[in-house]
């Protein structure tokens, strides 16, 4: 299996909120926020992998600030972490003003799992890394894993 660049697999979408994604308080409601990172994730996955995936982890979703009616989100994915099966997900949150200026609102790394016709998880293509941003960002993948891992471990 070849391994792929970061870069193969980035993706990047932009929703403009309207009033269904507005909660009680007027902003963006975060389960709206929450699914469009996932899907975001598992296209960045299936790019990666080349088939079906499924979301096992959600780490370190961060709400820092909301954004509003009318206020543009941009969405940036890219892999940071690959495994056997798992591949390791960042997805960042901007509000974009109409100049393109983006404020960051929110990051997450959501675990996707490779899955084949039957479910069962499948290897993926190893990452390929090219730069110092990305063995730092591999370096913090390793670290959530083993944290991930432990955490099973306890139960948690």
């Known amino acids: 299996m070849t391994a792929k660049r970061v870069d193969d697999s ?3 979408q932009v929703y403009i909120i309207r009033s269904q994604h507005i909660n009680s308080y007027g902003r963006l409601f975060g389960g709206y926020l929450m699914q469009w990172m996932d899907e ?11 088939g079906e995936v499924t979301t096992a982890a959600v780490d370190n979703l961060n709400f820092k600030s909301g954004a509003y009616m009318g206020d ?6 890219k892999l940071v972490y690959v495994g056997r099966t798992s591949m390791e997900v960042r997805v960042d949150a901007y509000v974009e003003d109409r100049t393109g200026t983006r404020r ?4 997450a790394y959501i675990v996707m799992v490779a899955v ?6 499948m290897e993926v293509p190893r990452l390929e890394i090219a730069t ?7 370096a913090g993948g390793e670290k ?3 944290l991930r891992k432990q955490r099973r471990i306890e139960g948690y």
């Open 10 to 12: 980035a993706t990047e």
């Open 40 to 50: 975001l994730a598992a296209i960045v996955g299936r790019r990666h992998s080349g």
């Open 72 to 77: 543009m989100v941009a969405l940036v994915g």
């Open 104 to 107: 960051s609102i929110n990051r």
């Open 116 to 121: 084949n016709q039957e479910g069962n998880a």
């Open 132 to 138: 110092e941003t990305e063995r730092a960002e591999w």
């Open 144 to 146: 959530r894993y083993r």
